[in-house]
Structures are given as structure tokens and as C-alpha cells.
């Protein structure tokens, strides 16, 4: 059980020990069945968890809505979301962070804000609400992504998502500076009154299609969301951007040209470096998106790579 | 191609005639050749990138090693790790970040600073440093985690690591501010030459065993931190703490009798949700850790479960 509980390495994994003291401190000082009933949510169910299918939670899955973690890490993002924009909106700056139509990932250039009203932007799918349910059927069911899934989904879904740890207070912050939220989403035009209702239902609204909601195929056809940003951009000065994938701060950043490591080298090096946590929020998230790529001459440097001396390799 | 490099909801997904319009603007605006002569890192030699084993690189580990994303998120943790402690030096605070052994989940107090020296604790594995060599093999071989190749890892594993992005610049700025940089990993004591010179030659030194490098074993026995904590806070003011998972800010986060989702609430709820990049850090590790658990109960609130109307449910 703590085998299979604490995977990875060392650091990763407290001794059982470790753990017998921790929930000895725990039973004497904790008093959790008082903190379980003073738990926002209600424990579910524990009737067959994996619907009787044998089924079990992919382990991005198990971090990204299970974990303190990842919990922690949004929270992270969204207080120092809320805080810079609260920060910039007092003195209004020169420039935005949305990139110019001349902009290149080598040499950026920003749109300027001259005197339009201040904006944030942001994504919604797992950087606004998580959504819990079509992962769980996607889990429960061992089902691979499915478009036309996710656009009943996208129908049928507005009750069963959870705001992102953090972002109802941080949206709500920036609200009272005086900032507007404009949502920024690839979700279909066409479902506009049902992803409303799932930004409003999360505690993240107001969401109105047209003015603080852009949506696939507003504007520019297709997924590209830099027409949707350049427009936003024309009317207000977008202070702040926050997303869980390159795409919700450039569309430069899915050049089908661009190498997986150079993708990465551009993300962190050079002009953008400065820009995250410091106008771009980043949001994590290892479940899906175009960051889940790669073979390994992608993912691991040919000059970091090592062999266990003692072998048993395949 | 398409289809498997851009996994998940819509949002994650630029159509074709989106990454068609993206490349043809990076092609005629990036020079990309340029850019690729200009990056840091030489491209791997595309030989044999699964060493012939038909291994894939798991989908945490694409996004963790080989993402823009990741890579945001660790420079966009260790920018505010920098400031925050940069601001706090100024001022020196009444108190540290290190929870008091009196302290509960519920009730959280903290190590006075009096007039001690300076310094910040961070963890090491997937904080500090990427154990790119140790997941690489572990990838190609299909294997799971092993504590002996793990102990082997640490002993001659020291050249197959990277920094996590971010971490270099922002320790160096940490330690010209006058504040003392102490890690605090589980990694065995016995290794602790091999584990001074993998964080040495990360560029993120130094790191001295017993003086800015604790170790398990080490003070108390096992794997648990806050002895190690407890004794570095008797000699420093900690304004700061990071790791990648919540046993490197309090072990009380490793309690066996803390539910899954408990676990998740104490993290992100009550006292703890205005710490977060605000003295205690967290680096996004979807790979390994206690973060990754949890059966469909634990991971998904039972209130926010769908299933697609038009069935196909296993």
C-alpha cells in the first residue's frame, strides 16, 4: 500500500515510520473527524469507486484533482495573478502582455494599452474550472479524448465542474480593482449558454459571449486565439493573461516548426522568461493539452540520460 | 499525428488550419534555423530514440521534461520565490515558515526568527534539480520505481541532471541577498558527497552535508523532514521554504489517517491557502510523489461526476 501510495524516489517517500509518528501527532493534536466536518464537501460514497468496471484514475489525473499539490500550485498562480494585476492597475503600464500581429517568438512586441480600460484574460478548461466530470467518465471508462464527446460535454457538463484552487477569490479581487475578466476558451460558439452557465456556476461569472467570453470560431475561424486576443486588444488593455498551455498567451508558441525542445528553450529563454508569474500566469496541468508530447530524443537531453550499472535494462 | 500530439478538450487542441497559419507566421517571421543555432542545448541524435524497446515516454514525464509548460511553471515558482524572499529580507519577520512542534493542520503555529541569520530551505529532487537520467532509464525500461536503483541513482547519477528552470538565477539572487540557501532532501546521508556534487553541478551550490545540506538519516531517522527543520530553525530565521511535494513544508501533510481529499483541503484551505507563494513554494511533479494517489472516490467529488448522455459506458 505505501509502495504503490509513495512512488519515485526517496524524497517522495516517508518511511513507514515516518508515517506511524506523523499519525500518532496527527490522532493526538489534529482532531480530524471535527476537520472532516467542518470540510466544505461531503465525503462521496465509497460504492464500487471504479463503477465496477476495474477501472483506475490515471496518475495526472490523481495529481491534478486529487493532490494538495497541485491544489497548492494553483493557488499559488492565482494569488500572484491577483496581486500583480491589482499592482499594474494602479499604474497603468505602456504596454500590454498580448503580443503584437508583428511580434515573433525571437523578438516580441507588445500591443499598447494607450488609454483603454484594463482587462485580464484567461483560459477556462483547466485554467478557470477543472473539469471533473468528463475526466471521470473519460477515467471510469478508459476512453481516449473524443471531440465530439467533449461537445456534449460542453452541453450537458455546466454542473459537474470545480473552480480552479484559487481563482474564484483571485477573479473576484481583480473585479473590485476595477479590471474586467474576459474569458479567452476554444469551447464551441455554438455552446455559448452552457459554458456561461458552467463559468457562473463555478463562482467565476460574470461570462457574457461576445464581450467577456470568446469562443472557437468567434472572430478568426477555428481554435487560433489571437484574432480573439488582438480584438480584446483593440478595446482594452489586457494587464494580465492567465492559461494552462502556450496557446493561451501566443498561438506562435503551436508553429507545427517548432521542435518540442525549442518550444520549451523559447517558453523559458530569452524575452519570455521574465514575462511568467510577471503578466503570464501559468496554470499546470499534465492531464491533456500540447505539452503531452514527445518521444525521447524530445523529452530527455542525449547528454542527461543514464543506465542502472547493475543493468536489467529491456 | 495531430491527434495524439494535441490530446484533450478542445481548448488544448489548434486545428490543423490553426498550426498551418501559426507555421507559415513563424516561418516567415521566427527564422527558426537561427533560433535553433542560438539555443542553449544541442538537438539529441534522433538515433534509436527508444533504444529499440518500443518504450514511449509517459505522459507526466513529456509534460514535466518536455514542456513549455512545465517549464513556465518552474520559472514562474522560483521568480516568486526570489522576490518574496528578497522583500522579506528587508524586513525581518517576527516569525518563520517553519511550523512549531505544537503545531497542528488545524492550527498552525510557527518557530519564532528572534534575531537568527537568514536563510530558506528547499527540497532537492524535482525542486531543485531534474533527474532527467534516473526517469530516462526508468522510461525506456518500462520499470517501476526501485529503491536500490534509486540508491545507485544517487551514487553515480550526479552528471544525468539539469536545474529546474528558474532555480539557478533565482538561488544566486537568494544567496547575494544575504540569505542562506539550506536544501533538505531524503536522499541517503551515506550519498552525500554524490548528491553536493549533482546539486554543485546543476549550478545551484553550495551544498555543504550537515551545514546547507540535510540528508536522510541525518538528525532524526527515516525519512521524516521536520526534525531536519526543527534543527536548521534553531540556528535560522527559514522566510521561505520550496518543494514539489507537502511533506517539504510539514510532515503532518504525510499523516496516514489524513484522507486523500482532507489532505487536499488542509493544503489549499484555512491557514495554509495564503502561505502558498507567499513563504512556501510548490513545483508542479505529476511524475512521482504522495500527490499521486487516490481511487475514483478520493480524486473526483461524487457531486461532480457525468457520464456521456449518449452512453458507451464500459
Given at each position: 500500500m505505501?509502495e504503490?501510495?509513495?512512488?519515485?524516489?526517496?524524497?517522495?517517500?516517508?518511511?513507514?515510520?515516518?508515517?506511524?509518528?506523523?499519525?500518532?501527532?496527527?490522532?493526538?493534536?489534529?482532531?480530524?473527524?471535527?476537520?472532516?466536518?467542518?470540510?466544505?464537501?461531503?465525503?462521496?460514497?465509497?460504492?464500487e469507486?471504479?463503477?465496477?468496471?476495474?477501472?483506475?484514475?490515471?496518475?495526472?489525473?490523481?495529481?491534478?484533482?486529487?493532490?494538495?499539490?497541485?491544489?497548492?500550485?494553483?493557488?499559488?498562480?492565482?494569488?500572484?495573478?491577483?496581486?500583480?494585476?491589482?499592482?499594474?492597475?494602479?499604474?497603468?503600464?505602456?504596454?500590454?502582455?498580448?503580443l503584437?500581429?508583428?511580434?515573433?517568438l525571437?523578438?516580441?512586441?507588445?500591443?499598447?494599452?494607450?488609454?483603454?480600460?484594463?482587462?485580464?484574460?484567461?483560459?477556462?478548461?483547466?485554467?478557470?474550472?477543472?473539469?471533473?466530470?468528463?475526466?471521470?467518465?473519460?477515467?471510469l471508462?478508459?476512453r481516449?479524448?473524443?471531440?465530439?464527446?467533449?461537445?456534449?460535454?460542453?452541453?450537458?457538463?455546466?454542473?459537474?465542474?470545480?473552480?480552479?484552487?484559487g481563482?474564484?477569490?483571485?477573479?473576484?479581487a481583480?473585479?473590485?480593482?476595477?479590471?474586467?475578466?474576459?474569458?479567452?476558451?476554444?469551447?464551441?460558439?455554438?455552446?455559448?449558454?452552457?459554458?456561461?452557465?458552467?463559468?457562473?456556476?463555478?463562482?467565476?461569472?460574470?461570462?457574457?459571449?461576445?464581450?467577456?467570453?470568446?469562443?472557437?470560431?468567434?472572430?478568426?475561424?477555428?481554435?487560433?486565439?489571437?484574432?480573439?486576443?488582438?480584438?480584446?486588444?483593440?478595446?482594452?488593455?489586457?494587464?494580465?493573461?492567465?492559461?494552462?498551455?502556450?496557446?493561451?498567451?501566443?498561438?506562435?508558441?503551436?508553429?507545427?516548426?517548432?521542435?518540442?525542445?525549442?518550444?520549451?528553450?523559447?517558453?523559458?529563454?530569452?524575452?519570455?522568461?521574465?514575462?511568467?508569474?510577471?503578466?503570464?500566469?501559468?496554470?499546470?496541468?499534465?492531464?491533456?493539452?500540447p505539452?503531452?508530447?514527445?518521444?525521447?530524443?524530445?523529452?530527455?537531453?542525449?547528454?542527461?540520460?543514464?543506465?542502472?550499472?547493475?543493468?536489467?535494462?529491456?
Amino acid at each position: 500500500m505505501i509502495e504503490t501510495a509513495f512512488p519515485g524516489p526517496a524524497s517522495g517517500r516517508p518511511s513507514r515510520s515516518a508515517l506511524a509518528r506523523a499519525a500518532v501527532a496527527a490522532s493526538l493534536l489534529l482532531g480530524l473527524s471535527a476537520c472532516v466536518t467542518a470540510s466544505p464537501q461531503p465525503r462521496p460514497m465509497p460504492v464500487e469507486p471504479d463503477g465496477g468496471t476495474g477501472a483506475t484514475v490515471p496518475p495526472a489525473m490523481q495529481w491534478m484533482y486529487g493532490s494538495g499539490e497541485s491544489g497548492a500550485s494553483s493557488l499559488q498562480a492565482y494569488d500572484a495573478f491577483r496581486d500583480h494585476v491589482i499592482r499594474v492597475a494602479r499604474a497603468r503600464p505602456a504596454d500590454s502582455v498580448v503580443l503584437a500581429a508583428s511580434a515573433t517568438l525571437a523578438t516580441p512586441v507588445y500591443v499598447p494599452c494607450g488609454a483603454k480600460p484594463l482587462a485580464v484574460m484567461l483560459d477556462v478548461d483547466e485554467t478557470a474550472i477543472q473539469n471533473l466530470g468528463y475526466e471521470y467518465d473519460e477515467a471510469l471508462n478508459a476512453r481516449s479524448y473524443d471531440q465530439e464527446r467533449w461537445n456534449r460535454w460542453e452541453r450537458t457538463g455546466a454542473a459537474a465542474v470545480a473552480p480552479m484552487p484559487g481563482a474564484v477569490a483571485a477573479l473576484r479581487a481583480i473585479r473590485d480593482a476595477g479590471v474586467t475578466v474576459i474569458f479567452n476558451s476554444n469551447r464551441m460558439a455554438a455552446n455559448s449558454a452552457q459554458t456561461e452557465a458552467a463559468i457562473e456556476g463555478a463562482g467565476l461569472g460574470p461570462a457574457r459571449h461576445g464581450e467577456t467570453l470568446y469562443l472557437q470560431n468567434d472572430i478568426g475561424p477555428g481554435s487560433a486565439k489571437d484574432p480573439r486576443r488582438a480584438a480584446v486588444s483593440a478595446r482594452y488593455c489586457v494587464i494580465a493573461m492567465a492559461g494552462d498551455q502556450l496557446g493561451d498567451f501566443s498561438d506562435l508558441f503551436n508553429a507545427r516548426t517548432l521542435s518540442i525542445p525549442d518550444r520549451r528553450r523559447f517558453a523559458t529563454g530569452g524575452r519570455f522568461a521574465s514575462l511568467w508569474g510577471n503578466g503570464w500566469f501559468m496554470l499546470s496541468n499534465p492531464v491533456y493539452g500540447p505539452g503531452i508530447r514527445g518521444n525521447f530524443d524530445d523529452v530527455f537531453p542525449a547528454d542527461k540520460r543514464w543506465s542502472d550499472p547493475q543493468g536489467g535494462n529491456r
